[in-house]
């Protein structure tokens, strides 16, 4: 079967592979690591070999408890000579070391330029990353919303005390304008103290219009001078009253209200009234450590979730990483088991199909390797849609082999001798097929038919031909000796010319072969041929007539031919070249 698109895998499974290998790789493990990737991009290993080699450092690491250096373990590996590896190392990192034994990691860092420039970049889990920017999330959340609530209640709990002042601000002007116009001190002094029970206020004072003291709510300043207050700045005026606040000689911090006493549109006199802002930085601490705690329980809850989370992303990254290394190293049927129901679990069933898909292909590419050959399996796989494919007329030589008696054979001895012996059979005529340059095409019962010169065009293709029936008679023989008479009983027939050649058959089944009446004549000789014998046509004999030994036979007729053929049986070939010296 030819049909071959399946050989390789296709373009977008190739990309998604190279995607998840470069997302999930890990960083540079220092200098193991480095001096691999070194080997590797100047493809002085391959990167399973390169992986290979670190799968053996990790065993021995466990197994010895010591690590040993990976270009010792390529080289022991056989996968490059230790002149190779020192080599790329002095040119890529422009140092001067005779074997893999020297101090390269020491060199290496001198000429970087120190030992910190000289370390590996830091590896940060992905469950750290997770976990560091949750908390980043939250703890920023937390600081904004704070500090906007506590600034927003610190306004609120200001103004909220200017409407304390001004409502006992406004008591005192209502009430005292006809005590302060009678002098009536006592009954002033009974507004203050009233007045001073209110929380928060500190003190009231009544102030006469020649600036003498007439109520305080301290009774040892009743009767003497007002004085200004110290440090006013920025006093508001608000209506009919003006505020400002100012710390006092006791280190209080004091709201002042100031409205004056009016009677009659006459000005007898004002009132003062402090009111402490001390208990709203006492308000806004207790507010602010009830934050505190209540910031510490989530951020206490946000580290549990974050940590969860960075476990329930890394593990299946973890597990995608790993799966990689193993579809890298050829691993085919490697498994993701994840029971998730979102992307990344959409990602490992995808990865599971793609290590499906991939595996199926490698089978179908090493059994189909086997009928055609490495030479014309690579032209293949290179360009699986080539115009060849799609059928052309070719000059070709057609091989055909049967086993004389086999029906009497098959009946005469177990089933499972029969195919013992037929897949030896098929086995020595596949190997000198593909020795000397032809394909195998396809197993028709005992039969098999092998053809040279498509789809890989060789000029002596007549020659790889019948140096390649006289090889497997040769082998048939050999084997008869070790008991196995079957292999002494074909025959073999090999007709050159045009044939056509290409993809044929159906939707569902296709199988790149060739047909023509050249195939047709082969089939015949095939036929015509005793057991051991080589019969050939003359468009052969012609090509190779001072080349081959041959025995004329007598024209011999042959279905679907209007004249006799003439026909050769092979004696022998010179051995000028080998023919496969010349693939």
């Keep these: 079967m030819l049909n071959i698109s399946w050989l390789k895998p296709t373009a977008d499974q190739n990309i998604f592979l190279s995607k998840i290998k470069h997302l999930f790789k890990k960083p540079s493990d220092g200098y193991r690591m480095a001096i691999g990737e070194v080997l590797r991009k100047r493809e002085i290993v391959t990167e399973k070999e390169l992986l290979d080699a670190l799968r053996v450092q990790k065993e021995t690491l466990n197994r010895l408890g010591r690590a040993v250096r990976v270009g010792q373990i390529i080289v022991e590996l056989g996968y490059a000579s230790e002149e190779e590896l020192v080599e790329a190392v002095n040119q890529e990192y422009r140092i001067s070391v005779a074997s893999l034994k020297d101090d390269i990691k020491g060199k290496v860092k001198e000429r970087r330029g120190g030992f910190i ?5 830091p590896r940060i889990p992905i469950w750290l990353q997770l976990f560091a920017a949750t908390m980043f999330i939250i703890i920023i959340t937390i600081f904004l919303l704070s500090f906007v609530t506590l600034r ?133 601490n207790k507010e602010r450590l009830t934050i505190i705690l209540l910031s510490v329980f989530i951020v206490l809850i946000g580290i549990a979730i974050a940590i969860l989370l960075g476990f329930r992303f890394s593990k299946p990254v973890s597990q995608l990483v790993l799966a990689t290394q193993e579809i890298g190293a050829g691993n085919y049927r490697h498994k993701i088991v994840l029971a998730r129901n979102d992307e990344l679990g959409n990602l490992a069933t995808a990865f599971n199909l793609m290590g499906g898909e991939l595996w199926k292909n490698s089978l179908m590419q090493k059994s189909f390797g ?8 690579d032209m293949i796989l290179v360009d699986p849609e080539s115009e060849w494919l799609k059928g052309r007329k070719n000059e070709a030589t057609i091989v055909f082999t049967d086993v004389r008696g086999f029906t009497s054979y098959s009946e005469n001895n177990e089933p499972e001798t029969v195919v013992e012996r037929l897949n030896e059979y098929f086995e ?74 290409g993809n044929i058959g159906s939707a569902n089944k296709m199988e790149y072969t060739v047909i023509g009446d050249s195939v047709n004549v082969a089939s015949r000789l095939n036929g015509l041929a005793k057991s051991g014998e080589i019969i050939i046509s003359k468009s052969v004999y012609e090509h190779l007539n001072d080349l081959v030994d041959v025995e004329a036979l007598l024209p011999q007729a042959i279905k679907g031919k209007s004249e006799p053929v003439e026909t050769f049986r ?10 496969q010296d010349q693939k």
């Excluded at 086997?370 to 399996?377: N, R, T």
């Excluded at 050999?478 to 008479?485: F, S, V």
């Design 117 to 121: 420039e000289g370390l590996p970049a």
């Design 152 to 284: 927003q209640q610190k306004e609120r709990l200001y103004r909220q005390t200017i409407k304390i002042g001004r409502v006992s601000l406004n008591y005192f002007t209502s009430n005292a304008s006809v005590p302060l116009l009678e002098d009536n001190i006592l009954r002033l002094n009974t507004l203050i103290k009233d007045a001073a029970a209110v929380e928060g206020l500190i003190y009231a004072i009544i102030v006469d219009h020649n600036r003498k003291i007439k109520a305080h709510t301290d009774i040892r300043k009743i009767d003497t001078t007002f004085d200004d207050f110290d440090n006013v700045k920025d006093v508001k005026k608000q209506e009919d009253f003006t505020y400002f606040d100012y710390v006092s000689a006791s280190g209080e911090h004091i709201l002042n209200l100031t409205r004056p006493i009016v009677f009659k549109q006459k000005i007898l006199g004002e009132v003062h009234v402090g009111v402490s802002i001390d208990f709203i930085k006492q308000l806004i």
């Design 370 to 377: 086997k009928y055609v050959g490495s030479e014309v399996l």
């Design 428 to 501: 020595i005529a596949t190997r000198s097929i593909q020795d000397y340059g032809g394909y195998v095409d396809k197993f028709i019962g005992d039969a098999v038919l092998g053809v040279f010169g498509v789809p890989i065009y060789h000029q002596d293709h007549v020659e790889r031909a019948v140096r390649a029936a006289i090889d497997m008679q040769t082998k048939f023989h050999q084997e008869k000796e070790n008991g196995k008479d079957i292999l002494q009983s074909i025959g073999i027939g090999i007709n050159t010319g045009i044939v056509v050649s």
């Design 570 to 579: 092979v004696l022998g070939i010179k051995e000028k070249h080998h023919a």
